[in-house]
């Protein structure tokens, strides 16, 4: 062969070549790219988590305190509760129903009783019901003041009158039932 022959083979060889060692310097320009991408995103991640891991801290810090405050609010929440529900228990307070007056009339309360309550209603007032309600009506005499509370409350609606005290003071003042005073 002739060296024109072996520079012919080298070139053909060289532009049969030329193509691949592009396609493969277009890959590794890629590759690289893409590296700095992945590099780019590790750093972005890398921050993300140290800000996650920052305010997981604080939070783990706060909820301790968060946990004892809860814990006095309930505390506190419960004894307010149980204040009210003891208030609650005993309920003496006289409704005044009728504020007409005649002149020869007096002031009577009246202690009515539900033996049954309404559907509906709530327990804590059916059995307010129960113990028995302060009424304050005025009526003449003592059978007047037992017809008013009667017109008003039926016996056939399941109200009983249990007893009838006449009230000469204002109301701030405790009627007597009975042996027993009750807080007005």
């Known amino acids: 062969m002739n060296w024109f022959g072996i520079v012919l083979g080298v070139m053909i060889v060289l532009i049969g070549v030329k193509p691949a060692f592009q396609k493969a310097q277009r890959q590794i320009k890629r590759t690289r790219r893409n590296i700095k991408d992945l590099q780019r995103r590790r750093f972005v991640l890398s921050q993300q988590v140290r800000t996650l891991a920052r305010e997981s801290l604080s939070q783990r810090l706060t909820s301790a305190a968060d946990d004892v405050e809860s814990a006095e609010l309930t505390s506190h929440?419960?004894?307010l509760t149980d204040q009210v529900n003891s208030l609650e228990s005993v309920d003496r307070r006289i409704?005044?129903?009728d504020e007409r007056r005649g002149l020869q009339e007096t002031g009577w309360i009246v202690l009515i009783r539900r033996t049954e309550g309404?559907?509906?209603e709530p327990t804590r007032v059916v059995k307010l019901w129960e113990e028995g309600?302060?009424?304050f009506f005025f009526a003449s005499d003592l059978t007047r003041a037992r017809r008013k509370a009667q017109l008003r409350f039926p016996a056939a609606q399941g109200y009983e009158i249990l007893d009838v005290v006449p009230h000469e003071g204002d109301l701030s003042?405790?009627?007597?039932f009975g042996a027993k005073k009750q807080s007005a």
């Open 77 to 79: 929440v419960k004894g």
């Open 173 to 176: 003042e405790n009627p007597t």
């Open 95 to 97: 409704l005044v129903t």
């Open 133 to 135: 309600r302060y009424f």
């Open 118 to 120: 309404l559907p509906m």
